[in-house]
């Protein structure tokens, strides 16, 4: 298969092809044209020449262009649920539910698209505001850069290109360099949407070449960032004066309280919140805090769940745990817990890579000062610790540089409150993992983890400027 850049709508064909592999077979799927300084000239041309247009554009009409993009991805459900499992190796039955999750995530941007309205301000609450009227709108910021990552390739995708059209602004999507083919699909239902020309670009092409001169360019007003922290200080950093939204990584922790309300329920969440897509996720288990006295048993149930995974090649519908998204990562991640074995860990189970796989790996006895604790080790793998009590759980959870969510389960509401005030995240899940996310809420975390916002209604805003208008009745 061929995949072309499309600029402002229009598909285009670059001498330069590179090409994508299926990651589990390691088979080639796709050659796509990459794109170079005059791709990328294009396409800010495209969407500059497309602003005025794009912000004229009725809100209902805005509405239904999304809603027509979405009808054509539920027509190609299949396709782009076999898409995301060989580009991102991601198992079928989650990259089908990615799928579905884009869907719906379009649809919130559709119908925020008819909600974005301003309000009334008293002028006279100044002596200097007596006899005014005033009231702000929101007005599309302009071009929005986006750029994603390879973990969820299609919807996180959607949740800049959907509210950058619901606002009123032309997007150019960079997709990860190791998955772009689900982005060009995207871009693709957009323009069969029939969006005006130049509303949306999708430019496939490395991050520090094709990224770089995206975020650099002045005719950007907007990007919006999900990715590492690493890229994501740096885009800060480089960025000069533009809005900028970071939604980074993280290191997610669960507390798992004395009185939980039923224990395999909660071992059951948090073996798929340390395992699902590899452990790939922003939001995934790394670390398990379990009050010493359930301490053995959740343990022994959890080693258990562990080693019924099931490993193998993402189509396979029974296949709970694919490979890494390159060999490199899984080298890595035999590294990182190399070096904690060396460090005196236990691995009660897994520790091991075959290839692209790194098997799921629960490991206990480890120090907090130790990297697999503290940075974020994006793997099939998760740290489970005892604790005294759900108090010192609380602190420990807070306790790193990231702040994505975190989870507790507990009966007691009073400690479900104090996980919410005193753990410094973006989302504290009561009775759950912190990798439970819906697409319309408030998300994105504090500390080391971005300051980003998402759920369409709040991308939404950070897509629009604000402009007031006061009427002066004094004369
Ligand atoms: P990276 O930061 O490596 O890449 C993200 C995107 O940035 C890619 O499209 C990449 O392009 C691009 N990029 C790289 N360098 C530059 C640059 N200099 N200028 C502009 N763009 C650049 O992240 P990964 O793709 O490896 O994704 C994993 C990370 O994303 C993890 O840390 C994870 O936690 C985080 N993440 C955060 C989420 C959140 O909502 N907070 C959700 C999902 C993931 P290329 O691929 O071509 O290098």
């Known amino acids: 298969m061929e995949y072309n850049l499309i600029i402002g709508g229009k598909e285009v064909k670059t001498d330069n092809m590179k090409k994508v592999f299926d990651k589990y077979s390691g088979e080639v799927i796709a050659e796509v044209s990459q794109a170079d300084e005059k791709e990328v000239d294009d396409a800010l041309n495209a969407a500059v020449k497309a602003k005025k247009v794009l912000a004229d554009t009725p809100a209902h009409k ?31 039955k989650y990259a089908l539910g990615e799928v579905d999750r884009c869907i719906e995530n379009l649809t919130f941007a559709g119908e925020e698209a008819k909600r974005i309205h301003g309000e009334t301000f008293p002028v006279d609450a100044s002596k200097a505001g007596e006899n005014r009227y005033g009231f702000y709108e929101r007005f599309p910021i302009g071009v929005v850069v986006a750029i994603s990552p390879f973990n969820f390739p299609l919807n996180l995708a959607a949740h800049k290109v959907g509210p950058a059209i619901a606002a009123g602004c032309p997007v150019i999507l960079k997709p990860a360099g190791l998955t772009p083919l689900s982005g060009i699909e995207l ?36 990007i919006s960032f999900t990715g590492s922290r690493e890229v994501g200080e740096h885009i800060t950093k480089t960025a000069g004066l533009k809005k900028v939204t970071m939604e980074l990584g993280s290191n997610s922790a669960v507390i798992v309280d004395e009185d939980v309300y039923d224990l395999g329920y909660a071992v059951k969440r948090c073996v798929l919140g340390a395992y699902y897509n590899q452990g790939q996720v922003c939001i995934s288990v790394q670390r398990i805090y379990v009050h010493k006295n359930i301490y053995n048993e959740f343990l022994e149930r959890f080693v258990s769940a562990t080693e019924k995974q099931v490993i193998g090649n993402p189509l396979d519908e029974k296949i709970d745990v694919g490979p890494m998204i390159s060999e490199a990562e899984s080298i890595r991640v035999e590294s990182w817990i190399d070096e904690a074995k060396n460090q005196g860990v236990n691995i009660l189970t897994g520790g091991q ?108 805003e950070d897509m629009t400027v604000l402009r007031a208008c006061i009427f002066n009745f004094n004369m």
């Open 353 to 460: 890579r075959e290839g692209v796989i790194y098997f799921p790996t629960v490991i206990t006895d480890a120090e907090d000062s130790m990297r697999i604790v503290k940075d974020e080790l994006f793997a099939p793998a998760v740290v489970i610790m005892p604790v005294d009590s759900f108090e010192e759980g609380v602190k420990r959870a807070d306790n790193s540089a990231y702040g994505l969510q975190a989870g507790v389960f507990t009966k007691d509401v009073n400690k479900a409150i104090n996980a919410f005030k005193n753990i410094n995240v973006g989302g504290v899940m009561v009775n759950d993992i912190p990798s439970f996310r819906v697409d319309h809420m408030p998300y994105g975390g504090n500390k080391g983890s971005g300051l980003g916002r998402e759920g369409a209604k709040f991308a939404i």
């Open 62 to 92: 805005r509405a239904e262009y999304i809603f027509k993009a979405v009808e054509i991805i539920k027509g190609k459900r299949e396709f782009l649920g076999k898409l995301i499992a060989m580009e991102a190796g991601k198992p079928i």
């Open 187 to 222: 871009i693709k239902a957009f323009v069969e949407a029939g969006v005006p020309e130049g509303a949306v670009s999708v430019l496939a092409g490395s991050g520090s070449q094709v990224g770089e001169m995206l975020i650099k360019d002045k005719r950007v007003s907007k």
